[in-house]
Nanobody, 124 residues
Framework: QVQLAESGGGLVQAGASLRLSCAVS????????MGWFRQAPGKERAFVAG????????AYADSVKGRFAISRDNTKNTVYLQMNSLTPEDTAVYHC?????????????????WGQGTQVTVSS
């Protein structure tokens, strides 16, 4: 089991950028597939982006393709989510998650470890 801690959220205006970080404890970070999910008020938790163990493969929700970029630094045990051209529809609590085996999946149930989340609010 690993522990995850997100940071980098905040209140921004539409069109701005933010970079979220997720620091992961433990010595086996490179063995985990990582993902970012978000949950808006009254909505279910939704997949945003995922990245393979090496960082060579990524996946994105259609709603963020071309605007968001996921990356990881296995030497720093950290995964990032660069978010550009933010819109009010991106407002949500953003969670990072770890999956210990297999491939990048988009369902929350496929991930076994979660961070507490960081709030992103985009004003119009």
């Amino acid at each position: 089991q690993v522990q995850l801690a997100e940071s980098g959220g905040g209140l921004v205006q539409a069109g701005a950028s933010l970079r979220l970080s997720c620091a992961v404890s433990g010595r086996t970070f490179s063995s985990y597939i990582m993902g970012w999910f978000r949950q808006a008020p009254g909505k279910e938790r939704a997949f945003v982006a995922g990245i393979s163990r090496s960082g060579g493969q990524t996946a994105y929700a259609d709603s963020v393709k071309g605007r968001f970029a996921i990356s990881r630094d296995n030497t720093k045990n950290t995964v990032y989510l660069q978010m550009n051209s933010l819109t009010p529809e991106d407002t949500a609590v953003y969670h990072c998650a770890a999956r210990g085996a297999g491939v990048i999946l988009t369902t929350p149930d496929a991930f076994s470890s979660w961070g507490q989340g960081t709030q992103v609010t985009v004003s119009s």
